[in-house]
Every structure is written in structure tokens, then in C-alpha cells.
């Protein structure tokens, strides 16, 4: 019996696993598992508690003295809920999580045994920092790498099995300070655009001390039968399927979408959400998403940093509860040809310690100023930075899915909506060059006499663009499911927090100049909307004509990693994440490196299975066909009836061949591209090479396969056709 007919056999619907949630609200579960402020008031002496929020606020630095004391009271809740070891949890370039768990117990010099937790392991650790991706910064400085605490994201209790582990959110840093991990950056980001925002702020309300990134993520995945993905080398080693033929039906009668959730997902799905809630991720939605076995969840908005911990760990979390259910989560952007892929949409927004929503319309001419203010800035930020937003969102995975009818394409533009369009157009057309009491009209704009859900509708019907607003946030839908979203935050929060600085400088050279300071918003309000026209789009961006309209407009349409990365290294984006503190030149190169060296590896891992599966499964199963048919041939040949009577067989063997023999060279030809790409130092270059060489042969070995197992007799079959993945539940 082959893998396929055995996995078949193995599936499992019967999923036995009690619901876990007990009839316990959500409430009474959530956040069990963190260090919250209620446990720290808890556990920590009013010192402790009082400078360990400070610094939870401010990134203000703790003393040795007052570490020890938080480590203490961190160790003995955690010793109360069952924890016997801790980690610094980081997040590497790796594009997972890492740990490296230790041991509360220690011995002491006498010899007696005794846990220990003190200030120093909380604040930073040592893990090896040369098996995790560095981009050359280990050839030239340490190999030595640190994690450091980051005192704004609370500890937790990861449950894994029977075992439960103190997990310190930290930073990951080379012994020489630069930044090899996500998070760091994106701290930086986070302080460059609170300091922008904050003294823009300042012409509107006073009273503001603090503004934050705000994220709400939406998560799609594929849920797939574990017995019948361990039956496929390539989900297995890639997340994907690299050969496949769609299913007779297929998505195309939108069945799915919304649709009841059937009853073993729905049993994983109440699963990890309890254990998300223990962790406190606040997750809100979950529902069956356009493809067949796909699906999304969504928390309610957190602060980004947070917000980025814990999709990270949700991603975890969903894997590992999976395993529970017999099932494989699948993360990847687009697992199966033809069907389609995931995303992660990244809703982003300012908020202030006032309790303002910045990008929501204000109810006063006021604030509806101020509203303008940060929605024109957000547009010019994604007008002058577009080629870095699009590089943040480059994988091997996302290539597949972007521009591809589907998710968003490769061009980034922004949708706003017909109303704020009109809103823009005005400010743009009546404030003059010159300015006179017209202005004052314009300031009096009545955005906030449109009811919000009238806005929220009116924004929220382009589903098609990369970056469009609706009614209070923008909504970054080109993310790919399996990013991090730190990368695309970090350069969303850097280049809002820039054209900000721009802004502000602007506008204060016109207050100097004796003009009165709403005026002198107004009128740079009107140049910036002037100046990032062409990146505003309200039509369909899955469209041709968009991608032509998009080139006369001169957008880049990068479709490969490969190119898309070199805006990470381009002169502008030095100039700019210097100058904001995010990254250093070496940084920047080190990142570029790390993240072509990953494109590269994942093609040849592809390039690797792609060529085992064709050899090894499709080649073998399609000559014992073939045997079948010259045996029956040879038998029709000897009872003399006739050539006619074996003239549909000859056909199909003849087909048959054709396909054996056309898989056979192109598998050949691709070892011989990954040969020279491998040849290559460069890189840049040898990534393009996996790009235009290696990767083009992937889909004419795809396409003889996938005709084959059409043809080729079904018990012959070695992997899991689509319809058992997507179809047996
Ligand atoms: P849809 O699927 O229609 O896009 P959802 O309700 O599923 O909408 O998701 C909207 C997401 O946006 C949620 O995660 C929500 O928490 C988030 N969100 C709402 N307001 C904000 C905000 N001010 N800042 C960031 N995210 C927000
Ligand atoms: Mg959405």
C-alpha cells in the first residue's frame, strides 16, 4: 500500500478531544499565564512594582538592586502556577521564535540544591549567537550575541505538554550592538514615531505625552489532515505543495467562505484560542476564509509591539495545538496552486495616551484638523516610501501570492474612500497660494458631520488594495500569512514617523514667518496632498489595466524578493533609518544579506524536494502505469484483433512518455542552474539566479506532473491529491 492509500486510511475526523473550554468563560481564562500588572501589584514589593511599570512605560533603565527583587517576585508566581524553568523568548531573523530553556535550580557551593532566579538572568542572557542568521556581523565582530529584557512586554507561562516555562520577552543583540533579531528594530521604530507624533500633537492638544503604534492582525491559515501532509515531502519540508493538480471543484462556489466551520477544525480552533487566552492574546473572530480548508482569526488591536509578540506566539501556539488534533497547521502563502493563498492583514493606527484614535475623524473642526494631519502624512509616507513598504512584505512565499488575482498586487497604492477623496480634493483645489479667509472656510470642514458607519461602509468596499483605510485605521492587506509583522511595522512606524519630522519642520518655517499655525498646516497639508497624488487609487487592483495605469503613473511593480530587497539598501532608506536611529549602514547590509540568503534557501530546498518528489514518487508511479500498459499492449498484439484494439493504449503511452521524458530533462536542467547559482558568491546575484533560472523550472516540471496524475492509474498515486487534502474533513 503506498503512503497516499495509507494516509487516506489514517485520516481522522473522529476528533475525540474534549472541548476545553468547560463551560469557563473566556474571562476567567484570560491572561492566567502572564505576568500582568495585577500579578505584579501581586507578587512585587510596591518598589519593585512601582519602577518595574516605569520602566514598562518609558523604557526607563531598572537598577541591579531592583532587578533581583522583580526576578524574585517574578520566579515565585510562576513557581506557584507549576514553572520549574525559565527562557529568554526571542525573535530571531530566523522567522520563527527561539528559546533556550534553563533550569531555576542550581547548586549551591556547598552543595545544597536551591532554585534560583536572580536580577541578572531576568536582564540579559547569552544564548550562541552564530547559529542564528547574522549577515556577516559575526565574521567581523564577536560571535557572541545577548538577549536583553524588554520590559514593555510581559512575561509569560508557556505551557508545552506537561511542562510549563517562565518565557522573558527580550531583544537579541550581537555583542557589538547591532540588532539581530525583529523586535529591536522595531522598539526603535516605535520611540522615533512616538517622538514625531507626540510633538506634532503639541498644535493640536497639549496634553499629550505619548503616542502609540496600535496593530490588529489578521491571521489565515490552512488546516490539512497530519497523516495526509506526512505523506507529502513537500508540505513537510516547505509548507507548500510543489506539484498538485487543482480539484474538480474548487473554490469556485464561494461555499466556504463563512460558511459553518466543520466540526474537527472547530474542536482545534476552541483549543488554541484557550490556550491564546491564557496567554492573553485577546482573540475575537475566527471564521472559514475563501479557499476550502482556510481560515482566519483576529484579536482585538493591541499596542504594536505586543500585538507583534503575541501573533508570534499565536503562530507558535497554533502549531503545536495542531499536532494535538492530527492536524498541520499551514502558514505558508500559498500552499496550493490554483487555490487561494494566505495573508495577514496588519490594521494599524495612532493612538494617544490622551485616548485619541489619531486616524479616526474628530467631531470638531479641531480635531477633524488634526485627524487630516495624520491621514494626509500616512498617505505621503507610503507616496515616499513605497519601494520600502514593499520590500518589508518580500518572501518566497509572498511572491507567489502577490499580483496574483488574488491578494493585492505587487504595486503599492493607497485607497481612502470616495468621501475623503472629495475631502482632499477640496483642501487641494481651495487652498491657494496665497492664503486669504477662504482657509478659515476649509478649516471648517465638516468631515465629522458624515456619520462614522457611513464612512466606515464607504471605506471599507475596495478589498482589492494593499494599503487602504477604513473609517479609523489603515489596513496593510499585502503582508504575507507566515511574516513576522515586526518588518512591516518597523518600516510603517519609521517613514510616518519621518514625513511627520518633515511636516513639522514645514510648518514651523511658515509659523515663523508671522503665519497663523492652522493656516500653516492647512497649506503644507495641501502641498503633501498635492505631492502623493499619484499614489492614491480607489479602482480594482487585481486589474490589468491598474498595473498599465500604474507604470504610466511611474509606480515600481517589483515582483520577485530578490529585486523588491534592494530598496533596503537604496540611498534613501540609509539616509532614513539612519537618521531615525532604526538601523545602522552595517545593519541594513547585514539584514539585506540575511534576507536574500533566506530567499536563496528556500528555492533550493524547494528546487531539492521538487526534483526528490519527480524522481522518486511521480517517475516510479508513472512507469509502473506504463508497464501496464505495453503489458497490456503486448497481449492485445498477440491475439491478432486487429490493431485498433490497442490503439487508445499505444495513444496513452505515448503520452505517457512524453511526460517521463519531459519531467526527466527539466528536473536535469535545474540541478544544473542550482549548480551555477550555487557557484556564485554574489549573493544578490545568485539569488536572482534562484529567481529567473531555478525557479522557472518549477512549473514545467509541476505541469507534466500534474498531467500525469491525471493520467497515471489512481491506487498508483504516491501523494495526497488536492481534493483529499482540501476535501476529506
Ligand atoms: P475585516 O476582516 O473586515 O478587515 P476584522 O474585524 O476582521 O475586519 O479585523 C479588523 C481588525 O482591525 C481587528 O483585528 C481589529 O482589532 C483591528 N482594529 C480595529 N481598530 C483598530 C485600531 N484603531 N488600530 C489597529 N487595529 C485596529
Ligand atoms: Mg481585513
Keep these: 500500500m503506498n503512503a497516499r492509500i495509507s494516509a487516506i486510511r489514517e485520516h481522522r475526523n473522529d476528533d475525540k478531544t474534549i472541548n476545553h473550554y468547560n463551560g469557563k468563560k473566556v474571562t476567567a481564562l484570560f491572561a492566567a499565564n502572564v505576568f500582568t500588572n495585577k500579578a505584579m501589584r501581586e507578587w512585587l514589593s510596591d518598589e519593585a512594582y512601582k519602577s518595574l511599570s516605569a520602566s514598562a512605560k518609558n523604557g526607563s533603565r531598572l537598577d541591579r538592586k531592583m532587578a533581583d527583587q522583580i526576578a524574585s517576585g517574578m520566579k515565585a508566581w510562576a513557581e506557584e502556577k507549576g514553572v520549574t524553568h525559565f527562557t529568554h523568548w526571542f525573535q530571531p531573523l530566523t522567522g520563527t521564535t527561539a528559546e533556550k530553556h534553563d533550569s531555576f535550580f542550581t547548586i549551591k557551593s556547598d552543595g545544597t540544591a536551591i532554585e534560583l532566579f536572580d536580577g541578572d538572568s531576568l536582564i540579559q542572557q547569552e544564548p550562541d549567537a552564530?547559529?542564528?542568521?547574522?549577515?556577516?556581523?559575526?565574521?567581523?565582530?564577536?560571535?557572541?550575541?545577548?538577549?536583553?529584557?524588554?520590559?514593555?512586554?510581559?512575561?509569560?507561562?508557556?505551557?508545552?505538554?506537561?511542562?510549563?516555562?517562565?518565557?522573558?520577552?527580550?531583544?537579541?543583540?550581537?555583542?557589538?550592538?547591532?540588532?539581530?533579531?525583529?523586535?529591536?528594530?522595531?522598539?526603535?521604530?516605535?520611540?522615533?514615531?512616538?517622538?514625531?507624533?507626540?510633538?506634532?500633537?503639541?498644535?493640536?492638544?497639549?496634553?499629550?505625552?505619548?503616542?502609540?503604534?496600535?496593530?490588529?492582525?489578521?491571521?489565515?491559515?490552512?488546516l490539512v489532515d497530519e497523516a495526509m501532509a506526512n505523506a507529502r515531502p513537500d508540505l513537510v519540508m516547505c509548507g507548500r505543495t510543489l506539484i498538485g493538480h487543482s480539484p474538480a471543484k474548487g473554490q469556485q462556489l464561494e461555499d466556504h467562505y463563512f460558511g459553518s466551520i466543520p466540526e474537527r477544525f472547530f474542536a482545534f480552533m476552541q483549543d488554541f484560542e484557550q490556550e491564546s487566552y491564557k496567554l492573553g492574546i485577546p482573540l475575537r473572530t475566527r471564521h472559514n476564509e475563501v479557499a476550502p480548508g482556510q481560515f482566519e482569526c483576529a484579536p482585538i488591536f493591541e499596542e504594536v509591539n505586543i500585538a507583534v509578540d503575541h501573533n508570534s506566539l499565536l503562530m507558535d501556539v497554533m502549531a503545536r495545538v495542531g499536532k494535538r488534533h492530527k492536524l498541520k497547521v499551514l502558514l505558508h502563502e500559498k500552499p496550493f496552486a490554483g487555490v487561494n493563498g494566505s495573508g495577514k492583514h496588519n490594521n494599524w493606527s495612532l493612538a494617544t495616551d490622551t485616548g485619541v484614535n489619531l486616524l479616526a475623524p474628530g467631531k470638531t473642526p479641531r480635531t477633524n484638523l488634526m485627524f487630516l494631519t495624520f491621514f494626509v502624512n500616512t498617505i505621503k509616507a507610503v507616496h515616499d516610501h513605497a519601494d520600502l513598504l514593499r520590500a518589508s512584505i518580500a518572501s518566497a512565499g509572498n511572491d507567489h501570492r502577490l499580483g496574483a488575482n488574488e491578494?493585492?498586487?505587487?504595486?503599492?497604492?493607497?485607497?481612502?474612500?470616495?468621501?475623503?477623496?472629495?475631502?482632499?480634493?477640496?483642501?487641494?483645489?481651495?487652498?491657494?497660494?496665497?492664503?486669504?479667509?477662504?482657509?478659515?472656510?476649509?478649516?471648517?470642514?465638516?468631515?465629522?458631520?458624515?456619520?462614522?458607519?457611513?464612512?466606515?461602509?464607504?471605506?471599507?468596499?475596495?478589498?482589492?488594495?494593499?494599503?487602504?483605510?477604513?473609517?479609523?485605521?489603515?489596513?496593510?492587506?499585502a503582508v504575507g500569512s507566515s511574516a513576522n509583522c515586526a518588518g512591516p511595522m518597523t518600516v510603517l512606524n519609521t517613514i510616518v514617523a519621518q514625513t511627520l519630522k518633515s511636516f513639522k519642520a514645514e510648518v514651523d518655517a511658515l509659523i515663523e514667518k508671522g503665519e497663523k499655525k492652522e493656516i500653516a498646516i492647512l497649506h503644507i497639508l495641501r502641498n503633501s496632498i498635492n505631492a502623493s497624488k499619484n499614489i492614491r487609487f480607489e479602482g480594482d487592483n487585481y486589474s490589468e489595466e491598474w498595473a498599465a495605469e500604474a507604470a504610466t503613473r511611474g509606480l515600481s511593480n517589483f515582483k520577485t524578493t530578490p529585486i523588491a530587497l534592494d530598496a533596503y539598501v537604496s540611498e534613501a532608506s540609509k539616509k532614513l533609518f539612519i537618521s531615525n536611529g532604526i538601523f545602522t549602514e552595517r545593519e541594513m547590509e547585514a539584514r539585506h544579506e540575511i534576507m536574500l540568503e533566506e530567499y536563496v534557501k528556500k528555492v533550493q530546498i524547494e528546487a531539492r524536494i521538487l526534483g526528490y518528489l519527480a524522481t522518486n514518487h511521480v517517475l516510479p508511479a508513472a512507469i509502473q502505469y506504463q508497464n501496464t500498459l505495453i503489458a497490456n499492449i503486448r497481449g492485445l498484439k498477440e491475439l491478432e484483433i486487429g490493431d485498433s484494439s490497442y490503439k487508445a493504449q499505444l495513444h496513452l503511452l505515448k503520452v505517457v512518455s512524453q511526460h517521463i521524458q519531459a519531467i526527466n530533462d527539466k528536473v536535469e536542467e535545474m540541478i544544473e542552474h542550482r549548480k551555477v547559482a550555487n557557484n556564485t558568491e554574489d549573493m544578490h546575484s545568485r539569488a536572482i539566479q534562484y529567481c529567473d533560472n531555478v525557479k522557472a523550472c518549477f512549473e514545467i516540471i509541476r505541469y507534466h506532473s500534474d498531467k500525469l496524475e491525471l493520467i497515471v492509474q489512481d491506487s498508483l498515486w504516491p501523494l495526497p491529491k488536492y481534493r483529499e487534502m482540501l476535501f476529506l474533513r
Design 407 to 477: 491578494a493585492p498586487p505587487a504595486i503599492i497604492s493607497a485607497y481612502i474612500g470616495s468621501y475623503l477623496s472629495k475631502v482632499l480634493d477640496e483642501v487641494e483645489v481651495r487652498v491657494k497660494d496665497k492664503f486669504d479667509e477662504q482657509d478659515e472656510a476649509i478649516l471648517k470642514l465638516d468631515i465629522h458631520k458624515q456619520i462614522p458607519e457611513l464612512l466606515q461602509d464607504n471605506t471599507d468596499r475596495n478589498r482589492t488594495s494593499p494599503f487602504a483605510f477604513t473609517g479609523n485605521k489603515f489596513e496593510f492587506r
Design 130 to 222: 552564530s547559529s542564528f542568521p547574522n549577515g556577516g556581523i559575526r565574521a567581523t565582530f564577536e560571535a557572541r550575541g545577548y538577549t536583553a529584557w524588554d520590559p514593555s512586554s510581559p512575561a509569560f507561562i508557556m505551557e508545552t505538554g506537561f511542562g510549563k516555562t517562565l518565557c522573558i520577552p527580550t531583544i537579541f543583540i550581537a555583542y557589538s550592538g547591532e540588532s539581530l533579531d525583529n523586535k529591536a528594530p522595531l522598539l526603535k521604530s516605535i520611540a522615533a514615531l512616538n517622538k514625531a507624533a507626540v510633538d506634532v500633537c503639541q498644535y493640536f492638544d497639549k496634553n499629550v505625552t505619548k503616542v502609540t503604534a496600535t496593530l490588529g492582525w489578521e491571521q489565515e491559515y490552512f
